[in-house]
């Protein structure tokens, strides 16, 4: 797969079909998580795979959207200290998950208290993602990076790009 392209083609997805994940993509995208460059190599994380149900529910009420977390079949939450770091994580697992067919999202915290509670960690989650097969998605090769990149909503180069 070319990485370019998995990229230019990579939407959120809010909504998934209900087909579990495959025990060996689920580990890929933690692994991809894992080998995730950070400063001085201290990877501030913990990767929290929420699979209680009880636990997945009260989650789902402390964050943006709920339903994001209901519908999916896989749930991760970051936790952990260096916002950044944490957050090139999250991009390596979506975009590792895309690589293989499976869409994500990222899911912001509405409600800290209630997060942090929901995973029992003494600190809030940095992001909650969610995952699962898209329903109707043409997939990454139906097109090239460039016409991907040509139909994503977003501000051209000229107008976010300066030369100093």
Not at 49 to 54: A, Q
Request: glycine share 8%.
């Amino acid at each position: 797969m070319d990485t370019y392209a998995v990229i230019t083609s990579k939407r959120d997805t809010k909504r998934y079909t209900e087909k579990p994940i495959p025990r060996p993509v689920v580990d890929r995208i933690l692994d991809a998580g894992r080998v995730t460059g950070s400063a001085q190599n201290r990877q501030p994380w913990r990767m929290l795979v929420v699979e209680d149900s009880g636990r997945r529910e009260r989650l789902a009420g402390a964050v943006y959207e709920p339903e994001n977390i209901r519908g999916a079949p896989l749930v991760i939450a970051l936790a952990g200290s260096r916002p950044f770091d944490l957050g090139r994580c999250a991009q390596n697992m979506m975009l590792a998950a895309w690589n293989d067919g499976v869409a994500s999202t990222p899911n912001g915290i509405a409600d800290a208290e209630a997060a942090k509670e929901a995973l029992g960690l003494e600190e809030p989650p940095v992001i909650v993602m969610s995952f699962g097969y898209p329903p109707g998605h043409p997939g990454v090769a139906r097109r090239t990076a460039a016409e991907w990149s040509a139909r994503a909503n977003r501000l051209p180069l000229g107008e976010i790009v300066e030369k100093l």
